[in-house]
């Protein structure tokens, strides 16, 4: 027998049929969906070789599909040799089951097949941790339709009276060693959440934070690389490349950084329990000062996309941040012109290439407006022994002339209001005209710059705003 070369050598991939159901009140239009449901599957490593459509007023509750469909999904399934169909839906136990049954093929439904991916790019301990507990609350409630099997030994009855025994005993037992585990990964990953959110809140008391958000593959992460000191985000052309954050310092221009975070993408149903399971994860999101709303306007769903990062942002508690639009991969436009309608409807959105780098540096000064706010030339009196706001008035302000008298240093310096704030955090003891700080920032700055939620703009985009985010600037 010759040898077999190693270059030779190939895993079979798996060969996969997908279902969807057009219902009414569907947002997507099909061909969409479909599209989509391909890319999420090409990134689980499997290859699209069927589709099957229906329209339904309603799902089948045995099936999902009708009755008719079903056969015809049983015979797609051995014309092309299918070892798996992946339905672009949230299947119950019993719907699983009874496919599965029809087609002697193996049923994932949507929530599965995103756990699945979400499995095989969790690197760190903390993302390995997130998806365990996703994927055994997902299993959880299908436990009873493992063990339907049992129910043959009475002659094919269902689980039930007369059927206690081992079959009941191990449906129990199985309940309880997933309770025990999710319980012990919980306590695991508490821990890991409440060392995350004390990283976070020191992190935004010396620093201003930035989060880019968005759907998946919008490009955030080149994004990150491109404006970020460090890079190093894994980029990649597939759905969920990024599943744990990475935090790195952003220069945005007259001597002013700020820390930047990449974020896992959302995605159009991503299953509750597996954004509960995220939060950690999230927690760069939710508690940054400011969010950078990254958006593939290439994409022919890049209104439906931009609405699902908005509703998820808003159903994880991400809404007293300002929201600044990123008009990402505009060099994929096939006309300029494309452009115009959504500079028309979101006039503060920040066109811009990650890719090519087009359109960075008009992102940089508006995030530099943002972290400085309304800025005033000021002379401060400062006592010397009040180090804290010395050492601060020298390292973060632009310092535009100082002098000493006695046990006093007088400093002209360029001052933004989210600057004021935190040097208010480090003190009250020095003056301006002879007022205190806050008092004398007060009249600087009006009481309505101090404080408030951002502002919904146009089609409920947040636009950028002047509203406290409790933050300060940072080097």
Same mark, same amino acid.
């Given at each position: 027998?010759?040898?077999?070369?190693?270059?030779?050598?190939?895993?079979? $991939?798996?060969?996969?049929?997908?279902?969807?159901?057009?219902?009414?009140?569907?947002?997507?239009?099909?061909?969409?969906?479909?599209?989509?449901? &391909?890319?999420?599957?090409?990134?689980?490593?499997?290859?699209?070789?069927?589709?099957? #459509?229906? #329209?339904?007023?309603?799902?089948?509750?045995?099936?999902?599909?009708?009755?008719?469909?079903? &056969?015809?999904?049983?015979?797609?399934?051995?014309?092309?040799?299918?070892?798996?169909?992946?339905?672009?839906?949230?299947?119950?136990?019993?719907?699983?089951?009874?496919?599965?049954?029809?087609?002697?093929?193996?049923?994932?439904?949507?929530?599965?097949?995103?756990?699945?991916?979400?499995? %095989? #790019?969790?690197?760190?301990?903390?993302?390995?941790?997130?998806?365990?507990?996703?994927?055994?609350?997902?299993?959880?409630? #299908?436990?009873?339709?493992?063990?339907?099997?049992?129910?043959?030994?009475?002659?094919?009855?269902?689980?039930?009276?007369?059927?206690?025994?081992?079959?009941?005993?191990?449906?129990?037992?199985?309940?309880?060693?997933?309770?025990?585990?999710?319980?012990?990964?919980?306590?695991?990953?508490?821990?890991?959440?409440?060392?995350?959110?004390?990283?976070?809140?020191?992190?935004?008391?010396?620093?201003?934070?930035?989060?880019?958000?968005?759907?998946?593959?919008?490009?955030?992460?080149?994004?990150?690389? $491109?404006?970020?000191?460090?890079?190093?985000?894994?980029?990649?052309?597939?759905?969920?490349?990024?599943?744990?954050?990475?935090?790195?310092?952003?220069?945005? =221009?007259?001597?002013?950084?700020?820390?930047?975070?990449?974020?896992?993408?959302?995605?159009?149903?991503?299953?509750?329990?597996?954004?509960?399971?995220?939060?950690?994860?999230?927690?760069?999101?939710?508690?940054?000062?400011?969010?950078?709303?990254?958006?593939?306007?290439?994409?022919?769903?890049?209104?439906?996309?931009?609405?699902?990062?908005?509703?998820?942002?808003?159903?994880?508690?991400?809404?007293?941040?300002?929201?600044?639009?990123?008009?990402?991969?505009? *060099?994929?436009?096939?006309?300029? *012109?494309?452009?115009?309608?959504?500079?028309?409807?979101?006039?503060?959105?920040?066109?811009?290439?990650?890719?090519?780098?087009?359109?960075?540096?008009?992102?940089?000064?508006?995030?530099?407006?943002?972290?400085?706010?309304?800025?005033?030339?000021?002379?401060?009196?400062?006592?010397?022994?009040?180090?804290?706001?010395?050492?601060?008035?020298?390292?973060?302000?632009?310092?535009?002339?100082?002098?000493?008298? *006695?046990?006093?240093?007088?400093?002209?310096?360029?001052? =933004?209001?989210?600057?004021?704030?935190?040097?208010?955090?480090?003190?009250?003891?020095?003056?301006?005209?002879?007022?205190?700080?806050?008092?004398?920032?007060?009249?600087?700055?009006?009481?309505?710059?101090? =404080?408030?939620?951002?502002?919904?703009? %146009?089609?409920?985009?947040?636009?950028?705003?002047?509203?406290?985010?409790?933050?300060?600037?940072?080097?």
């Amino acid at each position: 027998m010759s040898q077999i070369h190693r270059d030779e050598l190939k895993v079979a $991939r798996e060969r996969a049929v997908l279902v969807a159901v057009e219902l009414p009140g569907d947002r997507l239009p099909f061909d969409d969906r479909m599209h989509e449901l &391909e890319a999420l599957v090409s990134t689980a490593g499997a290859e699209v070789v069927g589709h099957l #459509r229906q #329209r339904r007023r309603l799902p089948s509750g045995r099936s999902f599909i009708g009755k008719g469909k079903l &056969e015809e999904l049983h015979g797609l399934v051995e014309l092309v040799k299918a070892t798996i169909v992946i339905f672009d839906h949230d299947l119950t136990p019993a719907q699983v089951r009874n496919i599965e049954l029809e087609t002697c093929c193996k049923i994932i439904d949507r929530s599965e097949l995103i756990l699945d991916i979400f499995a %095989r #790019r969790a690197t760190t301990h903390a993302a390995r941790l997130q998806v365990e507990i996703a994927q055994l609350e997902y299993t959880y409630p #299908r436990l009873r339709a493992m063990w339907d099997h049992l129910g043959q030994v009475t002659g094919g009855a269902p689980v039930g009276i007369g059927t206690r025994g081992p079959g009941e005993q191990q449906l129990e037992i199985d309940r309880r060693l997933v309770q025990r585990r999710r319980k012990q990964l919980r306590n695991e990953l508490n821990t890991i959440l409440s060392r995350k959110e004390r990283e976070v809140a020191s992190r935004n008391q010396d620093h201003f934070t930035v989060g880019l958000v968005g759907y998946t593959n919008a490009g955030k992460s080149t994004l990150f690389n $491109r404006v970020s000191d460090g890079g190093g985000a894994f980029a990649n052309d597939k759905l969920f490349a990024t599943l744990s954050s990475r935090v790195e310092k952003w220069n945005i =221009g007259t001597g002013t950084s700020v820390l930047v975070s990449d974020t896992v993408g959302f995605i159009r149903d991503l299953p509750h329990h597996l954004i509960a399971s995220f939060r950690s994860t999230l927690e760069e999101t939710v508690h940054g000062q400011l969010l950078l709303l990254v958006l593939d306007v290439a994409d022919p769903m890049a209104r439906e996309q931009l609405r699902i990062v908005e509703e998820t942002l808003d159903s994880i508690g991400a809404i007293e941040q300002p929201r600044v639009l990123v008009l990402n991969q505009v *060099d994929r436009l096939q006309r300029p *012109d494309d452009l115009l309608p959504w500079l028309k409807d979101f006039p503060d959105a920040v066109p811009l290439s990650a890719k090519t780098g087009e359109g960075s540096e008009e992102l940089s000064q508006r995030v530099l407006e943002i972290v400085l706010g309304p800025q005033s030339e000021i002379e401060i009196e400062v006592p010397l022994a009040s180090g804290r706001i010395v050492e601060f008035l020298e390292r973060r302000t632009e310092i535009l002339d100082r002098r000493y008298e *006695d046990n006093r240093v007088f400093y002209t310096v360029r001052l =933004g209001r989210r600057q004021g704030e935190q040097l208010l955090a480090r003190g009250n003891d020095a003056r301006v005209d002879g007022k205190h700080l806050r008092e004398a920032f007060e009249t600087l700055w009006p009481a309505q710059a101090w =404080g408030g939620s951002p502002v919904k703009g %146009r089609d409920g985009v947040l636009e950028d705003s002047v509203a406290d985010s409790g933050g300060s600037s940072g080097n």
